[in-house]
């Protein structure tokens, strides 16, 4: 169901020796969910048998049914209450096999996500939390000491978010990276036109897959464009639209 050469450079003699060097597995995201059911099968197939690791095959197999869970919530299934059993679930069972692990932001973030789906209808891929976190995490490592650790943090991240507001440029409007449309300018009759997959809007970032409610209706991004310096979204209606409901108190989900 993946890429036959991302399947293979999770498995090559380089990815061998960083589990050699390091003790662990590493792979991104796509490629664990594409290594995933291999994993499964092999502890199940050949560890198991020999009544080694049960509690963290315990686990791992958990981790797939949220896994199987969140992908039926992503094409609008509502099975909120199947998901928050199935997180609570893995995470007695990652805590039973991996008692001395520490647990990550991850592991209470998805607890949030259960909650998402009984209020959009459909579990929405556009997470923020990833990249909201990154700027903290960088500014929380060069804190070194750690009386007042927290205080320090914050205070350096307001100073870093009204540096960013100060900037005259933090609301401009206009595409990022654009290339030159020659096509699109002579199809209008404009003088020039410029293509991009992402643009500044009101401060925001819209990027090309991102989804918008325009005019009621939920599209997704195609492209952005320019012209005669005029912005323009190029979308779509949202495929899984008939799924998506409405806000009664706050008029559309936050989509």
Known sequence: MGSQAALRGCFSDAGENAFKESGAFKAGASEMLLC????LYFLHSVIAPQGLLQHQ??????????????????????LELELARAIQEHGEAFALAYPDTEVKPKNHYIHH????????????????????HQSIK??????QNTTRFE???IKRAVAQQMAVLMDPMCFRYGLLRAKPYPELAASQGAHCAFVSTRMK????????GD????DGV??????????????????????????????????????
Do not use: H
């Open 36 to 39: 995933f059911p291999i994993l």
């Open 57 to 78: 095959t315990d686990s791992f197999g958990k981790l797939g049914r949220v896994m199987g869970v969140v992908q039926r919530g992503k094409e609008g299934v509502r």
């Open 113 to 132: 996500v259960p909650l998402q789906l009984a209020r959009d209808g459909l579990i929405i891929d556009a997470f923020v939390g990833e990249r909201k």
């Open 138 to 143: 960088a500014l929380a490592s060069d804190v």
């Open 151 to 153: 205080q320090s943090v």
């Open 201 to 208: 809007w009101c401060g925001t970032t819209i990027s090309a």
């Open 211 to 214: 989804l918008l409610v325009l």
């Open 218 to 255: 939920v599209c997704s991004v195609e492209a952005c464009v320019s012209v005669d310096e005029k912005l323009a979204v190029v979308s779509k209606r949202y495929a899984f639209m008939g799924k998506a409901f409405w806000n009664e108190k706050g008029g559309p989900g936050d989509l």
